[in-house]
């Protein structure tokens, strides 16, 4: 059985323990992109979780640190206003099977979410599970009821088909309404759990597995014989990715003699920056604010 953790964790969740959640910061704990507000289509606000909008809605998603569960440092904020979504839009985390969650095909997942309105909202969010494949369908928790009370949403589905490409699970929004969310836990069993957070360490590694901020390791001091002469070194990543990243060179670095560095031959495990000096002589380059950093973006 210790071979198989899929098979450990339903064991350890039937037996009335608690099953590992499949889900990357479950806790909205880790925010690497900023505090948001977020509101783009597609965006990733909390580490994993994304923004899908349908028709005319909107979506405006911020790090919360009072509105949250009891156990938590921060939730996610989410102020919805309805247009001609007609229920489509969500905020959501998407789990692709290709990524390494082969051990859910099969099997049943349960999925609860943390949910809290500023003012009571009929019919405004509710938790759901979604995969595509053989069958594939959307299951949906009841709706959050008419209140200012915290509430679990549930959201169970029976059976993830054998050739689903993904699990996609989140909250669904109605009617427009601010929307408190946190400790979303999705489990392979066929009922929902509570919420068990992970190391924080752990936690944090898992997220730098799709997005990772590298602020050292870019100083540039040398003499150059000639303008046009490149100077590159390597950097290695604090976790490996899940695939090939895109790099992004962030804020303006300070450059004497030299070019702003640039960044190439992306890895999995890392990549390169290199200057370009302007003339002949010293030259040096370095990181001086905030803003100047590299971020590594992988998205399966």
Request: proline share 3%; aromatic share 10%.
């Amino acid at each position: 059985m210790a071979d198989n953790p899929n098979i450990l964790d339903r064991a350890v969740a039937t037996a009335g323990g608690a099953a590992l959640n499949e889900l990357t910061n479950g806790g909205h704990e880790i925010w690497q992109r900023g505090a948001g507000a977020f509101t783009a289509n597609n965006a990733y606000a909390a580490d994993r979780k994304q923004i899908s909008l349908a028709g005319t809605d909107t979506l405006s998603v911020s790090r919360d640190g009072t509105n949250k569960a009891g156990n938590s440092l921060y939730a996610s904020a989410c102020v919805f206003v309805l247009g001609s979504g007609a229920g489509a839009t969500a905020y959501r985390e998407v789990l692709k099977i290709a990524d390494g969650y082969h051990h859910l095909l099969g099997g049943p997942v349960s999925f609860r979410a943390w949910v809290k309105l500023a003012a009571g909202v009929a019919s405004a969010v509710r938790a759901y599970i979604k995969t595509d494949g053989t069958g594939g369908a959307t299951t949906y928790s009841s709706y959050h009821g008419n209140n200012t009370a915290a509430e679990s949403l549930d959201a169970l589905l029976a059976v993830v088909p054998a050739d689903a490409t993904y699990v996609e699970v989140g909250l669904a929004f109605a009617a427009s309404a601010t929307v408190y969310t946190d400790n979303w836990m999705l489990v392979a069993t066929a009922f929902a759990t509570d919420y068990v957070g992970r190391h924080p360490g752990d936690e944090l590694t898992r997220c730098q597995r799709y997005y990772e901020i590298i602020d050292a390791g870019f100083d540039f001091d040398g003499h150059s014989s000639a303008n046009g002469n490149a100077y590159r070194r390597g950097t290695t990543y604090a976790t490996t990715k899940g695939g090939v990243p895109t790099l992004t060179k962030n804020g303006t670095w300070t450059a004497g003699t030299c070019g702003q560095p640039a960044v190439t031959n992306s890895r999995v495990n890392g990549f390169a920056a290199y200057v370009v000096a302007t003339n002949s002589g010293p030259f040096n380059s370095y990181t001086d604010s905030a803003d100047d950093n590299v971020t590594a973006e992988y998205n399966p």
